[in-house]
């Protein structure tokens, strides 16, 4: 009796490892077009007297993004965590830089907190969300500060994001408002808008949860937002590249052998 021949395993087949490979080159490509939606830190020195951008994703394309707009009238500089990390993020991630550049490019003078605000409908609107329990949460936490160009005045609104400002070596903490940008329309309230007074040399800090969500340690924990905060005040008063260097290794030296379990991006700049 003649005897049918088995079916090979598909892994064991080349065409396994061909697939891994266009798909991780997908997702490189991927990469590549959402960083070229975000600018450039050299470039971003045109706009501010120092700054530096550490992001860090997980999965090659980010659910975290920054964003910078400059029309040499008012300046507006933001940090975003969108839902999740990966593809899903990343789309949300191009959404959420999307309706920032129609809003300001609008030429309407907007507060901080009426462009969240905008922001924050324009999402729903996309995304179909009306409050339903069904729906998808799928949301944008951000810190958006705005800077008018002309008077020098400083507006901060947050989604759950906050904004740390240092001088002359003390921390002060700008708390955002406990919304996102998304979700459920009839709990709805307008985002706050804060007026921060700076004076020159002040350190500005923006960033999303995943440093401080991460695992490491002797005893593997997360790193926390107290200890974040720590290490923004100890290394706030050196220049910018060299924070940057610092914030870096600290994360390094803390994550150690386990995997980043997050998106990482942290944004610090002086006007």
Not at 205 to 217: A, L
Request: glycine fraction near 8%; hydrophobic fraction near 40%; proline fraction near 4%.
């Amino acid at each position: 009796m003649a005897v049918k021949n088995k079916k090979p395993d598909i892994d064991t087949f080349p065409v396994r490892d061909q697939f891994m490979n266009d798909h991780l080159a997908s997702l490189r490509y991927a990469g590549m077009i959402q960083h070229a939606l975000m600018p450039n830190p050299e470039r971003l020195r045109g706009y501010l007297r120092d700054s530096f951008v550490i992001f860090l994703p997980r999965d090659i394309v980010s659910g975290d993004f920054y964003y910078v707009f400059n029309n040499k009238k008012i300046m507006c500089i933001a940090v975003g965590d969108c839902t999740g990390h990966g593809v899903p993020g990343a789309l949300l991630s191009i959404l959420g830089i999307s309706f920032l550049n129609e809003i300001l490019q609008s030429g309407v003078n907007l507060k901080a907190n009426r462009i969240l605000n905008l922001m924050r409908e324009k999402v729903m609107k996309a995304l179909n969300q009306t409050g339903t329990y069904a729906e998808t949460k799928d949301s944008i936490d951000i810190a958006l500060c705005k800077v008018d160009l002309t008077t020098g005045t400083f507006q901060f609104s947050g989604a759950n994001r906050p904004l740390i400002m240092v001088r002359n070596g003390v921390l002060k903490e700008y708390k955002p408002d406990k919304m996102t940008i998304g979700l459920a329309a009839f709990q709805e309230t307008p985002f706050t808008n804060n007026w921060v007074e700076t004076v020159p040399g002040d350190s500005f800090y923006m960033f999303t949860d995943g440093f401080s969500d991460q695992f490491g340690g002797e005893f593997d924990k997360k790193y926390k937002h107290k200890h974040f905060k720590s290490l923004i005040e100890s290394v706030a008063e050196l220049p910018m590249a060299l924070q940057e260097v610092q914030i870096k290794n600290a994360f390094e030296e803390w994550k150690g052998d386990t995997q980043q379990v997050d998106d990482i991006l942290v944004f610090g700049f002086q006007l």
